[in-house]
């Protein structure tokens, strides 16, 4: 593990899982999240993230937690070695999402972007999980098969697996 690509819905655990994964490897993280906002909240021009994006990829260790723009997710999963698919039951990803804006009106959750709004962001995480099924289906099984050949590919679908991946693993 070297270029460690974690992606998922919002809610699946993937930036806890990916600090884990940094903490127990020395590999650097980036958060796609935090990249891809200001401190004001508001998202960087498409030309930066996607420059930003490149110098990542172009480096010799890394963990990217995140989706970001389609085009670039692709990418990612091109130079990954290993791929990590956090695929929970939904009402666990709409119980994490809850959890984190609860915690969030007290503290901002760890690795949140600054100067975001944690109520904007758990309503956009809640539109977004109404979407998932659209991107996170059967077609999107096939393509991690069809990469799974070259890659080391885990896909994660229980809480347990999910706590218990970065010690079995590392």
Not at 13 to 20: E, N, Q, V
Not at 27 to 33: A, E, F, G, S
Not at 127 to 146: A, D, S, V
Request: charge should be positive; aromatic fraction near 10%.
């Amino acid at each position: 593990m070297k270029k460690i690509a974690v992606f998922g819905k919002p809610g699946s655990g993937k930036s806890t899982l990916s600090r884990d994964l940094a903490s127990a490897t020395g590999i650097q993280l980036h958060q796609l999240d935090s990249i891809l906002y200001k401190k004001t909240g508001e998202q960087i021009d498409r030309k930066a993230f996607v420059e930003a994006h490149e110098n990542m990829l172009s480096s010799a260790r890394w963990i990217i937690d995140g989706l970001g723009p389609m085009a670039l997710f692709n990418k990612r999963l091109e130079a990954a070695d290993t791929l990590i698919y956090i695929d929970l039951p939904y009402v666990t990803s709409y119980w994490f999402v809850t959890k984190r804006l609860l915690k969030g009106l007290v503290e901002k959750p760890e690795g949140w972007p600054d100067g975001s709004s944690i109520v904007k962001g758990t309503l956009q995480s809640y539109q977004t999980l109404r979407r998932c099924p659209e991107f996170w289906n059967e077609n999107f099984m096939q393509k991690l098969n069809n990469v799974s050949l070259h890659k080391s590919v885990y896909i994660i679908q229980t809480t347990s697996e999910l706590n218990g991946f970065v010690h079995a693993h590392i």
